[in-house]
């Protein structure tokens, strides 16, 4: 089983920045990716950027350019750095793992990250 926690959400002003984390413990097994989504009100919830355990990276239209995907598999650690924030990324924020042999599927519990002046 594997745990998921995001942190470094809250309030920033437009065009700033925030650095999500989301930490992961339990045991993961095998090959895994590591993702990003995010759910605004009223919207579905959307992929905002993927990384696998080898570091390969891919990302939503809504991220290209401004986000940044990262992770420490020494640490268990995502990370998600987000620059030139606007009101369109007001969003809760959820962290998820997939094992890719069991396709066991697991979320965090989310982080609200507001864009506001």
């Known amino acids: 089983q594997v745990q998921l926690a995001e942190s470094g959400g809250g309030l920033v002003q437009p065009g700033g920045s925030l650095r999500l984390s989301c930490a992961a413990s339990?045991?993961?097994?095998?090959?895994?990716?590591m993702a990003w989504y995010r759910q605004a009100p009223g919207k579905q919830r959307e992929m905002v950027a993927i990384?696998?355990?080898?570091?390969?990276?891919r990302y939503g239209d809504s991220g290209k350019g401004r986000f940044t995907i990262s992770r420490d598999n020494v640490k268990n650690t995502m990370y998600l750095q987000m620059n030139s924030l606007n009101s369109e990324d007001t969003a809760v924020y959820y962290c998820?793992?997939?094992?890719?042999?069991?396709?066991?599927?697991?979320w965090g519990q989310g982080t609200q990250v507001t864009v506001a002046s």
């Open positions: 998820n793992l997939v094992e890719l042999r069991t396709r066991n599927d697991y």
């Open positions: 339990g045991s993961i097994f095998g090959p895994n990716v």
């Open positions: 990384i696998s355990d080898g570091g390969s990276t």
